[in-house]
């Protein structure tokens, strides 16, 4: 179809499309269609556009096989093989806690990282280490939301008695213990009394610790080298080292009491490996796990998904920098305001919203290759662990249960 704007001949021409005769014009204009012959076009684009209802009667009928105007009553059978890859490179172990015979104090100790394949390729490679969950600990009280609060109000104030719950009731593998109370914003506590919060801790369960700080550079270097002078050989792993940090200084202590450190850097994995290099130079890579920003449900998941997958398959095709297992801070779905915020009834309960913002999130980023994950609320951490139990099982499904998903009626 040959479509153009046409002018008086006193005016200027500026047509759209193809100059076209007076001739043409006038049997476009009476028969609505012309047939050209012998035709030659030379363009440098060219467009051809379709009315609605023209690629019917321009594309060629679809003829079913068998009596003419049947219609299919079953699908074609065929086999279906998986594309199997080989990646150049794996993603570090890095191994958290220490028992008694290691130099620590830990009933048990867990080993993340490892892969292959990324998140779940099990036709590929097997799931070397199950990702794991730790449940967050607070030294002094901090405001929680309402589905939160229901769980640990009565131990809130007692982070030994809150820990012992989390493992106990709420299935966590490890215990973060946040030291936010060394916040020069909030009780400015010394490293020192921060220490004998550890140390009850440890008294009061078995499982590896993630040794949090406060936030401030200056008050969590202090923190992390009191911590690491007094518990010396534990393997926890120190949550967090940032660029704004003294890296260097952070580095040399950790690696000198045999713990592990969480390199955390915001969404840009420039940065990832800018403070990987830096720690490599007093730290290997074993000690090393990746914290590259966790933004919740709602808040950037997908950035935060492509972010940390990009990492994963980066450090399989042979990126060094980037080969290291990650970590989650799943619990930033709270500051989501719609995970604890009062809505309308479609919105509601907030008591299963919230914990469903959560889990969500979690999951999502499962399948971005996160290897631990910290978390608050517990039917969130079940429904996860018993998500990863069930991809981590080896079980082999039976294709009958879903091929015939797709019906066609005859």
């Not at 403070?275 to 130079?281: K, T």
């Amino acid at each position: 179809m040959i479509t153009t704007t046409h002018h008086d001949t006193d005016k200027k021409k500026d047509t759209e499309g193809l100059q076209l005769s007076s001739d043409i014009l006038a049997a476009l204009a009476k028969f609505q269609q012309i047939e050209l012959e012998d035709f030659h076009l030379d363009a440098k684009e060219l467009e051809i556009l379709f009315t609605p209802g023209m690629a019917a009667q321009i594309l060629p009928k679809l003829k079913l096989p068998g009596v003419a105007g049947s219609k299919p009553s079953s699908l074609l059978s065929t086999t279906f093989m998986p594309p199997i890859e080989t990646y150049p490179n794996k993603i570090s172990t890095v191994k958290l806690g220490a028992t008694k015979s290691e130099g620590g104090t830990r009933g048990k100790t867990f080993t993340i990282g490892g892969e292959l394949s990324p998140a779940f390729y099990t036709f590929e490679n097997v799931i070397p280490h199950k990702p794991i969950v730790t449940l967050d600990v607070f030294d002094m009280e901090v405001p929680l939301s309402k589905a939160v609060k229901m769980h640990v109000k009565d131990v809130v104030g007692d982070p030994a008695a809150w820990a012992k719950l989390a493992v106990e009731k709420f299935g966590a593998d490890m215990v973060t213990m946040h030291l936010i109370s060394v916040d020069p914003l909030l009780k400015d506590a010394s490293p020192k009394e921060a220490c004998k919060t550890v140390e009850k801790v440890l008294q009061a369960v078995d499982v590896p610790l993630i040794i949090g700080g406060c936030g401030d550079p200056v008050k969590d270097t202090a923190l992390f080298e009191e911590v690491c002078t007094q518990f010396s050989g534990e393997r926890f792993l120190m949550s967090s080292v940032t660029l704004d940090m003294d890296v260097e200084k952070c580095a040399k202590f950790i690696k000198k009491a045999g713990n592990a450190v969480l390199a955390f850097t915001p969404m840009d994995l420039n940065f990832a490996r800018e403070l990987n290099r830096r720690l490599y130079d007093h730290l290997a890579r074993e000690d090393i796990v990746m914290d590259l920003t966790t933004a919740a449900l709602g808040y950037g998941l997908d950035y935060a998904f492509t972010n940390m997958e990009r990492a994963r398959i980066g450090g399989l095709m042979g990126d060094q920098e980037l080969a290291h297992p990650m970590s989650s801070g799943t619990t930033n779905a709270w500051a989501a305001r719609e995970a604890w915020l009062k809505m309308s009834a479609d919105w509601e309960p907030r008591e299963l919203r919230g914990p469903l913002w959560e889990v969500t999130t979690a999951l999502t980023l499962l399948l971005a290759g996160v290897d631990l994950f910290m978390m608050m609320h517990p039917a969130a951490v079940k429904t996860l662990k018993d998500v990863t139990n069930y991809l981590t099982s080896g079980k082999k499904v039976d294709p009958a249960n879903f091929a015939d998903w797709v019906k066609v009626r005859a």
